[in-house]
């Protein structure tokens, strides 16, 4: 999968710009507030339909305008075909995508299109944040290889929606939760099920990146399902009622669900250094690509917003060098264009950028 081309309108300090990019290495270099961050942002657009710094919009959408638009060309080798794709989106919040001229109902539509992975400053939280970003970890993947898990979710989310509303209301209807408890917990127990089965295929593509790289250890998942194990999930939402009640939310469930990262043995947050957090967190997303690859023959475009400030130079050329081996295309940012210098011409494309303008070289 690769990005053959994007072309960006109002996305923060990028009033117009078009870009013809490289089926290999992406870099972009610049002084800080150049755009090279807004051009990994307006990549991300594209392939989400949203952006990854803010959930408001007006402050991605170029100051005075209405809306944004990012359109570009993806190609799928195995076909030999390319795809239009685009997307506007306004500070009201309007919402639409296309792919080749057709309207695409969703955000999903648009990550099957262009399945794209970020690592900036806040992936380093997936070992030491709060599990939401773990459990996004885990839907990333299991999206991208199980075709239904996107209606399941949507199910799920609807379901845990209203029993939440009924939960709030001053005067519970008893038999109405009991209802909505038992339209909850197959969904529930399907999204537990599909998750187990994607980390325990995941295992087995962490341990060849993990070899490739020096200064971790034995990397393994455990998951925890959001609810006690060898418990059923319908048993535990009714023995929940009265709590569920007073706090006026859904207390267990695949909503509560996590993941702990163990090196050797021990919780990763508690054994590694900040380095060594930083260089296991690029092993586990490059793990989810290898495992994309095995599982649908494409390959997916990395978003690496500073690399040189987040890896000293031996572990970004491993990390570089993997990608290569995955054939995964890439956009990588710095300031200094002397950080690059160990990157293959042939196979790269330089870009500065200043003031929100693009140039080779």
Known sequence: MFLNSIDISKVRNLVSVSIDCHRKANIIYGANGSGKTSLLEAIFLLGRGRSFKHRDLRLVVNRGQDSLVVSGKVARPISDAEHQLGVMRSVKGDFEARCDGQNLSSAGQLASELPIQLVDAHSFSLLEGGPLQRRQFIDWGVFHVE?????????FQKALKQRNQLLRHGRID?????????????????????RKEYISQLQKFISPVVDAFSG???VSLEYSQGWPEGSSIIDVLLADKERDIATGTTSHGAQRADIKVFVDGVAAADSLSRGQSKLLVYALKLAQAAHYQSATGLSCVFLLDDLPAELDYENRKDVLAYLDHLQCQYFVTGVDKKDFDGIDEKLSQLFHVEHGVFSKG
């Open 147 to 155: 075709h239904g898990y996107s209606d399941l979710w949507r199910r």
């Open 174 to 194: 008893e038999e109405l939760l009991k209802l909505w408890s038992q339209e909850l917990a197959p969904l529930n127990e399907m999204i537990a099920e599909q």
């Open 216 to 218: 971790l250890g034995a």
